[in-house]
């Protein structure tokens, strides 16, 4: 009697079909709740860290600092990464949304604890020591890279390995910044690029989950204490339309700055461009201390005031070139935070020039604030939705959908077609070596598992049998023959080939049957075939036979240590005729 499946195995056997909803989202349930905590660890070390750097004052109080130490604060963050980056090996560096993006592309989301604790510790120490960057790209890599690494240690199948990616990014998002609808938006229009309901489910529980246990932790107040605004939307649409000009402009210098200080330093050494990045944010924060951390301190003081013209530029023009040289040479933080600092001093600069004109008259400096800050965002992460949602979930202002939408639109028209620029995560993947390009037919294989298009009708022989032997085995009813020789498949033969040896009522008459049968060697047609993971994926599948150039695979799963078995096999006809590719 057969042995029955492990209940374990059968589940990770469901994972690999495309219909796995239900166990799809317990698993993002998961998610959400680990991600959750480990952002909320990731917020207390740079609590911690910010106390030790700021000398006790509150986070974020950069601009309390004497000039002298808000030089030297940038390039003592700078020693640190430097030692850790120095310690670690080479592959473990590349951490963010981008080294993100990478690994779900071209390595079915499986990312490495070795990364994941730098951008853990590294993340922490740049942004408490006044680097020029946000901490959701931090938040990001580490609630993807949690969820991969559970799904990895859980032995999942690749196709499930991207949904948990997904469910950890949105989770990241929404426990970082207390927007669950935002981090799905953001971690299937950026991440994934697709929306399917067996993508969107697990990813929303996870956020929801994610939120809810932040909001246990650190309360419901949004990131933002924004004013009471009242505004004729009808009078605010040349300003709004204004702003989604200047902001499209503002965007696509920001990301060509951030594509120079990148390709100018590629060859440099790691010690020469993190000292090169924190001597530029420190020379800059002595006129714009404003400009270090994070800077959502700024915004809240933009959203509730007026302010100084010149003071506006100062700050545009330090943010711009400290977060660009920050993020071009690889200070292991985010982009979002300071895109929409940039964005809130542009609304803001814009709005009170303006104003200046004579006969020209405006509304509150605020709503211009908010106006400007989904602009850049939609426009520099070529994200619309993920823009819109971000800073209406980010102020608790619902009133900003229509204006945020057109600002969007123009802004997004404005870089694009007007100065022909891409998302900043494109770009940078660009300089890189990676083109993001993807086919969906390889979207749609990756959501499959191999195993769950695995054929089972298959015996296995050593390459030299009996006639006897082989008799008894075909009693099976086997389609399929898998040829070993030396311990290892070396061919695959359907049964039928044997041709004229095949007998439907007499068996087979190779021979005597103590004489020893060569089954490479009898007429027949065969496939050469190599092996493939369990956990991989129908595009994994597709892609190996095509480098290759072979037409069958032979299925194997990892047992215990050093144990391995063969499942099933699979053929390049099965593949095509399945998806018709």
């Not at 808000?70 to 951490?95: D, Y």
Request: charged share 15%; proline share 5%; with cysteine.
């Amino acid at each position: 009697m057969k042995p029955t499946r492990p209940n374990f195995d059968r589940f990770r056997h469901k994972l690999a079909s495309i219909d796995a909803l239900p166990q799809l989202t317990l698993l993002g349930l998961v998610c959400g709740i680990v991600t959750a905590v480990i952002i909320a660890l990731f917020r207390e070390l740079i609590t911690i860290l910010s106390s030790l750097f700021l000398h006790g004052l509150p986070e974020g109080a950069y601009q309390q600092l004497t000039w002298a130490h808000r030089i030297i604060l940038p390039f003592i963050g700078s020693i640190l990464l430097i030692g850790i980056a120095l310690t670690i090996r080479s592959k473990f560096r590349p951490v963010g949304v981008v080294h993100l993006i990478e690994r779900l592309d071209w390595h079915q989301g499986r990312l490495k604890t070795g990364n994941f604790l730098h951008q853990f510790f590294a993340g922490a120490i740049a942004i408490a020591s006044g680097h020029s960057i946000g901490r959701e790209g931090p938040a990001v890599h580490l609630g993807a890279a949690a969820s991969s690494l559970l799904g990895q240690c859980m032995r999942l199948p690749n196709n499930s390995l991207r949904i948990l990616v997904a469910c950890g990014t949105a989770s990241a998002i929404s426990a970082a910044f207390n927007t669950p609808v935002a981090g799905v938006i953001f971690a299937l229009e950026v991440l994934m690029v697709e929306y399917s309901v067996a993508g969107f489910l697990p990813v929303m529980l996870a956020s929801v989950s994610a939120a809810a246990l932040t909001q246990l932790m650190y309360g419901t107040e949004p990131a933002f204490a924004v004013p009471s605004i009242a505004v004729s939307l009808l009078d605010e649409l040349p300003m709004v339309i204004l702003i989604g000009f200047v902001m499209g402009i503002i965007s696509t210098v920001y990301c060509r700055l951030i594509i120079f200080f990148n390709k100018r330093t590629k060859t440099f050494t790691v010690t020469t461009r993190l000292m090169l990045a924190a001597g530029i944010t420190s020379l800059l924060a002595i006129p714009a201390p404003e400009i270090m951390g994070v800077g959502y301190g700024t915004i809240t003081e933009l959203l509730n005031g007026s302010h100084i013209p010149v003071l506006l530029i100062t700050l545009l023009a330090c943010k711009l070139l400290a977060t660009s040289a920050s993020v071009g040479m690889g200070v292991p933080g985010g982009l979002i935070g300071p895109t929409l600092f940039l964005g809130a001093v542009g609304g803001a600069l814009t709005a009170t020039l303006v104003s200046a004109i004579p006969g020209f008259t405006t509304g509150s400096t605020g709503f211009h604030v908010m106006v400007g800050m989904s602009a850049m965002l939609g426009a520099v992460l070529q994200a619309p939705l993920t823009a819109l949602v971000t800073v209406v979930e980010l102020t608790k202002n619902p009133s900003l959908l229509f204006p945020a939408l057109l600002a969007i639109v123009v802004a997004a028209l404005t870089s694009t077609l007007l100065l022909r620029q891409h998302s900043i995560f494109e770009l940078i993947l660009d300089c890189w070596g990676y083109d993001r390009a993807s086919n969906p037919v390889h979207r749609a294989l990756n959501r499959m598992g191999i195993s769950s298009l695995v054929n089972k009708s298959y015996v296995e022989l050593d390459r030299w049998q009996s006639a006897q032997d082989i008799q008894d085995k075909l009693r099976e009813q086997p389609e399929w023959l898998l040829v070993s020789d030396e311990g290892r498949p070396k061919a695959l033969m359907p049964v039928m080939a044997l041709g004229p040896f095949f007998e439907q009522e007499k068996g087979l008459s190779l021979g005597e049957d103590d004489e020893l049968i060569d089954l490479l060697g009898v007429p027949a047609v065969r496939y050469d075939v190599c092996s493939l993971n369990n956990r991989a994926s129908v595009y994994e599948a597709w892609e190996l036979m095509k480098g290759k150039q072979i037409d069958a695979l032979y299925v194997t799963d990892l047992i215990r240590r050093q144990e391995i078995r063969t499942v099933g096999i699979v053929t390049r006809e099965s593949l095509q005729r399945y998806y018709r590719v």
